[in-house]
């Protein structure tokens, strides 16, 4: 079977860093993917919350090969008007003054952490603190390491980088108790993901708000995977209606292919020629593909199908949780949904693959459903009603 041959050969080569499913995809269409033996799965996975349009989108795909003849990449050290372009209509579409393009969410906490630093000495204030959050996830690389909150990403690599402290997630007075003189920024995930889909309350980031007033620091939302319509507006903020200084986003930014950035008001963009860069940074493929995504978004309905799409995934959950004690809570926002369960998440979710439904865990017991934003009515009704049989044969 091909699907065993992969596996051996994956064990045998790979540097054994994921935990994969023993699943090898071939192909998708939609909200589904199909696996090397034929079999096809309804995809509440979407790569991590990454392929908004689902799979083999044709837009998207067009654009892709279609850029990938004309100019793939040419690097920063020229101009070119498909990065121009998106840069101008993203800004336009997020109220934000000014962007920087990288390749991933790792890479786009690392842009946020030396731009707030940066701020900091060009405003000739002495504070370089970052204020971050227990339960938090902002990446794998040093500095974006550094700020999550989470000692089994941290212990093995420490030490890490110096002026970081953690406040308790939700927790105002901790925050405030936190933020001195010593500080430039607070960063933040308005839902946190990885941690195990942990909406942060409006009181928490009003307090937020109100301690970079007072104090004159930065705040940074990291949205890398509740933005770009993952919970029905463009950007999570906008829920809150506190704009931060400094907007992380990765993930859903191309549908798949791979690039992250920042949005930067004015008052914070202090990066001056040569501070900083990137490579490939928002090469004319990756922004052709992100094009894609934000006309989707913004012109073509994607945003209002995903609002009430995810209206509708929230209501089915409750039902669901009604019928099962074993759901313990059912946490998130829109279609970035955490069911919480009282123990055996992860039987869970192979039983549910082996019902033909993709779904990833955040967390301890948290079942995670972040499907595409083109996902159906009807699609979600058999999703749920796969987790509902799952559940049932468990009890
Ligand atoms: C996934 C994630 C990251 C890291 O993104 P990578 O592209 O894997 O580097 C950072 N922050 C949040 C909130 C994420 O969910």
């Known amino acids: 079977m091909v699907t065993e041959t992969y596996i051996e050969k994956n064990r045998k080569y790979s540097l054994g860093t994921y935990a994969s499913f023993p699943l090898v995809l071939e192909s998708g269409k939609g909200c589904l993917v199909t696996d090397a033996e034929g079999k096809e799965y309804l995809d509440f996975v979407a790569g991590i919350a990454v392929n908004l349009l689902g799979h083999g989108h044709e837009k998207l795909t067009r654009a892709i090969s279609e850029q990938a003849g004309q100019l793939m990449h040419c690097s920063n050290l020229y101009l070119n008007r498909v990065t121009i372009d998106y840069m101008e209509k993203l800004l336009e579409a997020s109220g934000f003054d000014k962007a920087f393009f990288c390749n991933s969410g790792t890479e786009s906490i690392e842009a946020a952490l030396k731009l707030a630093r940066r701020w900091a000495g060009e405003r000739g204030k002495k504070g370089r603190d970052i204020i971050a959050l227990t339960d938090s996830f902002h990446g794998r690389t040093f500095g974006a390491l550094s700020a999550t909150g989470q ?15 953690f406040a308790e997630a939700n927790n105002p007075e901790s925050l405030e108790s936190l933020v001195d003189d010593d500080c430039c920024a607070i960063i933040l995930e308005p839902v946190q993901g990885e941690g195990g889909v942990r909406p942060l309350s409006a009181d928490f980031i009003r307090k937020a708000d109100e301690l970079r007033k007072q104090h004159d620091i930065l705040l940074i939302f990291d949205e890398v995977q509740c933005g770009f319509g993952r919970t029905g507006k463009l950007f999570t903020w906008e829920h809150f209606g506190v704009k931060p200084d400094i907007l992380c986003m990765a993930k859903g930014i191309a549908g ?6 920042i949005l930067v008001l004015e008052r914070a963009a202090a990066f001056k020629a040569g501070d900083h860069a990137a490579t490939f940074g928002g090469n004319p493929l990756a922004c052709a593909a992100a094009s894609v995504i934000l006309s ?10 995903s609002a009430a799409a995810g209206r509708y995934l929230g209501e089915k959950l409750e039902e669901l949780k009604k019928k099962h004690s074993s759901i313990i809570e059912l946490r998130g926002m829109s279609l970035m949904r955490g069911i919480v369960l009282e123990s055996g998440s992860a039987e869970i979710i192979s039983s549910c693959m082996e019902h033909g439904l993709l779904l990833v865990r955040a967390g301890g017991e948290v079942v995670r459903m972040v499907p595409p934003l083109i996902v159906t009515g009807d699609e979600i009704d058999r999703a749920v009603s796969i987790l509902d049989t799952v559940l049932d044969r468990k009890r």
């Open 151 to 165: 000692d089994k990403y941290q212990a093995p690599f420490r030490p890490l980088l110096p002026g970081i402290r």
């Open 256 to 261: 798949g292919f791979p690039m992250g950035g």
């Open 296 to 305: 989707e978004l913004m012109d073509n309905g994607l945003l209002e199908n």
